[in-house]
T-cell receptor, first 115, second 115 residues
Framework: EPEVTQTPSHQVTQMGQEVILRCVPI?????FYWYRQILGQKVEFLVS????????KSEIFDDQFSVERPDGSNFTLKIRSTKLEDSAMYFC?????????????FGSGTRLTVV | AQTVTQSQPEMSVQEAETVTLSCTYD???????LFWYKQPPSRQMILVIR??????QNATENRFSVNFQKAAKSFSLKISDSQLGDTAMYFC????????????FGKGTHLIIQP
């Protein structure tokens, strides 16, 4: 079964450093998403991306965050200057259309630790 | 904005028992989807079951079934013949049937299956 692949699985970074989280969505999917889950809390929507631009973003997705699809297969989330409170699991997801059928597939996540 | 409420932070049952996890949501719209996701200790998000709001019939996937009460805005998950591998966090989630909106998640229920 097709999978959404995220790398790295765990990243440790110094506060103030830039990080790039990478995702390879399912190949025939057109909509891409990033979610965040702070430890012990619920999963929160960050941003959706379609046709090479942001479709929707939450209030969490401020100027420190950016997304990009640099080469037609990867989908990246960049945090420009990391803060301690950015420590969380970051999940990428994709769908074939802007609707949930046939499925909304999550990657296995990247655990970001900011020290 | 829609909200999703899971009122049971933690539940514990014996193996082979049946358990029901509750979820309520609030929306003023008519077309949407509801999901239950399982998050084991690996923290991957695994889709358990999905319900389209326009369908009156409750969704079923093997040992997992839902009780969808649209008027009451309730969406509970029933796990029959529970197994040790069912131990996980369970998140209820909601999404509108439009565009690229993100999923809205509840805070989760930690389900523990005791041997």
């Amino acid at each position: 079964e097709p999978e959404v692949t995220q790398t790295p699985s765990h990243q440790v970074t110094q506060m103030g450093q830039e990080v790039i989280l990478r995702c390879v969505p399912i190949s025939n999917h057109l909509y891409f998403y990033w979610y965040r889950q702070i430890l012990g809390q619920k999963v929160e929507f960050l941003v959706s991306f379609y046709n090479n631009e942001i479709s929707e973003k939450s209030e969490i997705f401020d100027d420190q965050f950016s997304v990009e699809r640099p080469d037609g297969s990867n989908f990246t989330l960049k945090i420009r200057s990391t803060k301690l409170e950015d420590s969380a699991m970051y999940f990428c997801a994709s769908t074939r259309e802007g609707r949930v059928i046939p499925g909304y597939t999550f990657g296995s996540g990247t655990r970001l630790t900011v020290v | 904005a829609q909200t999703v409420t899971q009122s049971q932070p933690e539940m514990s049952v014996q193996e082979a028992e049946t358990v029901t996890l509750s979820c309520t949501y609030d929306t003023s719209e008519n077309n949407y989807y509801l999901f239950w996701y399982k998050q084991p200790p690996s923290r991957q998000m695994i889709l358990v079951i999905r319900q389209e709001a326009y369908k009156q019939q409750n969704a079923t996937e093997n040992r997992f079934s839902v009780n969808f009460q649209k008027a009451a805005k309730s969406f509970s998950l029933k796990i029959s013949d529970s197994q040790l591998g069912d131990t996980a966090m369970y998140f209820c989630a909601f999404i509108y049937d439009r565009g690229a909106d993100g999923l809205t998640f509840g805070k989760g229920t930690h389900l523990i299956i005791q041997p």
